[in-house]
Antibody, heavy 116, light 107 residues
Framework: DVQLQESGPGLVKPSQSLSLTCTVT?????????WNWIRQFPGNKLEWMGY???????SYNPSLKSRISITRDTSKNQFFLQLNSVTTEDTATYYC?????????WGQGTTLTVSS | DIQMIQSPSSMFASLGDRVSLSCRAS??????LDWYQQKPGGTIKLLIY???NLNSGVPSRFSGSGSGSDYSLTISSLESEDFADYYC?????????FGAGTKLELK
């Protein structure tokens, strides 16, 4: 069965960079699909952040384009989110999800707090 | 960006009720609309894709319909496990955008 599991630091200081990892089991991220990051803010608004495709191409939400990078380690079947210059507005639960219209598998989410 | 307006934002219903949740897009999205359920604890689950296709394992009491910019999710007879948050997603154009959600609560 396909499973996705997010991991991250839990707490980041303002102006720093956040790095999150999504570990995928049961399916190779190089076989097919787009591998996405989605976040949910306090108050429950969901925002699509971007993806890395099975071929390695990326697409980002323009609202984040200058701060976001999604990369991968195919040997570990993992993909990563880096978000630079974080503020308290980036406090959210971050999900990774598999997508080929629609999002069919999601991780459980990891909570990230931005605070000094 | 395509804006997705869900209504109501919350509603109370009883076991066995038939309920319909609405999602309206700021422009036509050609049926590229999915519905997701989120229960307390955060797990997000795909219910319906491409307007009306039931995801594998989802009970048949769930159904979806719509076209153009107006879409709905219907639960024909509420069961206890259906009380949750529901979100629509448009994937007709990037950036993908979600509705703000409908919270379905037990009356």
């Amino acid at each position: 069965d396909v499973q996705l599991q997010e991991s991250g630091p839990g707490l980041v200081k303002p102006s720093q960079s956040l790095s999150l990892t999504c570990t995928v089991t049961g399916y190779s991220i190089t076989s097919d699909y787009a591998w996405n990051w989605i976040r949910q803010f306090p108050g429950n608004k969901l925002e699509w952040m971007g993806y890395i495709s099975y071929s390695g191409s990326t697409s980002y939400n323009p609202s984040l384009k200058s701060r976001i990078s999604i990369t991968r380690d195919t040997s570990k079947n993992q993909f990563f989110l880096q978000l630079n210059s974080v503020t308290t507005e980036d406090t959210a639960t971050y999900y990774c999800a598999r997508f080929r219209a629609p999002f069919d598998y999601w991780g459980q989410g990891t909570t990230l707090t931005v605070s000094s | 960006d395509i804006q997705m307006i869900q209504s109501p934002s919350s509603m109370f219903a009883s076991l066995g009720d038939r309920v319909s949740l609405s999602c309206r897009a700021s422009q036509g999205i050609r049926g590229n609309l999915d519905w997701y359920q989120q229960k307390p604890g955060g797990t997000i689950k795909l219910l319906i894709y491409s307007t009306s296709n039931l995801n594998s394992g989802v009970p048949s009491r769930f159904s979806g319909s719509g076209s153009g910019s107006d879409y709905s999710l219907t639960i024909s007879s509420l069961e206890s496990e259906d009380f949750a948050d529901y979100y629509c997603l448009q994937r007709n154009a990037y950036p993908l955008t979600f509705g703000a959600g409908t919270k379905l609560e037990l009356k």
